[in-house]
């Protein structure tokens, strides 16, 4: 049950600091496997309405993007183009 309940909770936390939901984040995770920085796995489990419940995770190149976006985040922050407040949700301590 806890295990449900962390998924739960980090779909809704991904789509509140995306601002997308989850029909919409299904395609952008379409596209990511499609370019290789993710990779879906599919364990053969049913969610809500029989959908396929799938998993994702960072490919080695995908890791290599991340990083180079975060640096790109340090860079802006240093510049102050975004104060360091941008990057977080209000309910984030930083």
């Known amino acids: ?4 309940d962390f ?4 779909l809704v936390r991904i789509e509140r600091a995306t601002g997308i939901d989850r029909k919409e984040l299904r395609i952008h995770l379409e596209k990511l496997t499609d370019l290789g920085l993710i990779e879906c796995i599919d364990e053969g ?3 809500r309405g029989g959908h396929p419940q799938l998993h994702f995770n960072i490919t080695p190149v995908g890791r290599t993007w991340r990083s180079d976006i975060g640096r790109l985040i340090q860079l802006c922050q240093r510049g102050e ?5 941008f990057f977080y949700l209000p ?3 930083f």
């Open 91 to 93: 309910s984030d301590p």
């Open 7 to 10: 998924d739960s909770r980090r």
């Open 81 to 85: 183009y975004y104060p360091e407040s």
């Open 1 to 4: 049950m806890r295990a449900e």
């Open 45 to 47: 489990k049913k969610g």
